[in-house]
């Protein structure tokens, strides 16, 4: 289990083109369901459709799109602590449909893992794995011709 995080935003085409078709096809699929639309609804669309995207970008261009997979880490340990401070709410207030269990369990499997990805950039306690190594220029650097000087024909 250890290499699937690497593997999953390793941006190799293999995944690119195995989730990110599934992802959109997960994405539009509940619009066209929908046949009652309401303000809730339409926001909690809203979000799920932003993380969606966001899942896109950090799965297809990992390099590019770095931050897509903080913030969606960010947007899940919100949205897990929103629901764990709800459980307990109703709770409080008495109410016998409450899963305050369940709540606590969303919170420890997917809302912790997800605060430490969004604050660490990456999964696991070690030390980060050094990026590339930067690149080095070989060779000498072409010089542009100064902007009055006569052009040579070639």
């Known amino acids: 289990m250890r290499g699937v995080g690497k593997a999953l935003f390793s941006g190799s085409r293999f995944v690119r083109w195995t989730v990110v078709p599934s992802v959109i096809i997960c994405g539009l699929t509940p619009p ?4 009652h639309w309401t ?8 979000v799920i459709e932003v993380c969606l995207v966001l899942l896109v970008l950090a799965v297809g261009w990992p390099v590019r799109f770095r931050w897509a997979g903080r913030v969606l880490g960010a947007v899940v340990f919100v949205g897990a602590a929103a629901l764990l401070v709800d459980d307990l709410r109703e709770q409080a207030a008495g109410d016998p449909k409450s899963n305050v269990v369940g709540g606590v369990r969303l919170f420890v499997v997917f ?8 604050v660490r950039g990456r999964f696991g306690f070690g030390e980060n794995e050094p990026s590339r190594p930067p690149a080095t220029l070989r060779g ?3 010089v542009l011709p ?6 040579e024909p070639h």
């Open 111 to 118: 809302g912790l893992p997800s605060l430490w990805y969004a």
């Open 140 to 142: 000498e650097l072409p």
């Open 39 to 46: 303000a809730a609804f339409a926001w909690k669309l809203a």
């Open 32 to 35: 066209l369901l929908e046949q």
């Open 146 to 151: 100064e902007k009055d000087a006569p052009h």
